[in-house]
């Protein structure tokens, strides 16, 4: 089935940095989830969104649904080490849910 | 910790043969879902089940079936195995129907030989 498209697919920053991602759609979706997967396990849900236009951080972490309800983005602050891995976006409505690609995020300490 | 638990970690296997993938959900939850990941396909949703009977379905293949006991446990059956069923298999529990998977297992890494 047709994937999400997101962008960058991999980062390279210092630690102290701000990072950026987003994930598009040409569908519509009701929900918005963002995931990071660190190697060898299974992903973690970071934060979910519902509602077109929500702002929802979860400490470091921002991320918005947006208002076309066709994308949503990522932000993280002030990245620490610890933030390496791998982050993907999910798109959801009703029963069907799609993913992003997946963004790698490298960050040098 | 999650609290999502598959066996085995790591399966090898011929074309041709059939496997079975378990998943013993988060304690309490009554959602189970079933994701494929591979390279060139990244993460796809195959299939959901909520309190023993399939609520949603993905791109899941004839070839793959679930199910969901009383004890919530979920098994995933791959048949007819070809080389491009090689993958990492993730279950991942809700506490609701409705919801999102929240805890993901640690996959089961399957290798088509």
């Known amino acids: 089935g047709q994937q999400l498209n997101q962008s960058p697919q991999s980062m390279f920053i210092q630690e102290g940095e701000d990072v950026s991602m987003n994930c598009t759609s040409s569908s519509i979706f009701n929900t918005w989830l963002w995931y990071k997967q660190d190697p060898g396990e299974g992903p973690v849900l970071l934060i979910a969104l519902y509602k077109a236009g929500e702002l929802t951080s979860n400490g470091r972490l921002t991320a918005q649904f947006g208002i076309t309800r066709k994308d949503s983005f990522l932000n993280i602050s002030a990245s620490i080490p610890s933030d390496v891995g791998i982050y993907f976006c999910?798109?959801?409505?009703?029963?069907?849910?799609?993913f992003g690609a997946g963004t790698r995020l490298t960050v040098k300490p | 910790d999650s609290g999502v638990t598959q066996t085995p970690k790591h399966l090898i296997t011929a074309t041709g043969q059939r496997v079975t993938l378990r998943c013993s959900p988060r304690?309490?939850?009554?959602?189970v879902y079933w994701y494929q990941q591979s390279l060139d396909q990244g993460l796809q949703f195959l299939i959901q089940y909520y309190n023993g009977e399939e609520r949603a379905k993905g791109n899941i293949l004839e070839r793959f079936s679930a199910q969901q006991f009383p004890d919530l446990h979920s098994e995933l059956n791959l048949s007819s195995l070809e080389l491009g069923d090689s993958a990492l298999y993730f279950c991942?529990?809700?506490?609701?129907?409705?919801?999102?998977?929240?805890?993901f297992g640690d996959g089961t890494r399957l290798s088509i030989l």
């Open positions: 991942a529990s809700s506490a609701s129907g409705g919801g999102q998977p929240q805890h």
């Open positions: 999910a798109g959801q409505d009703n029963n069907d849910m799609r």
């Open positions: 304690s309490g939850d009554l959602s």
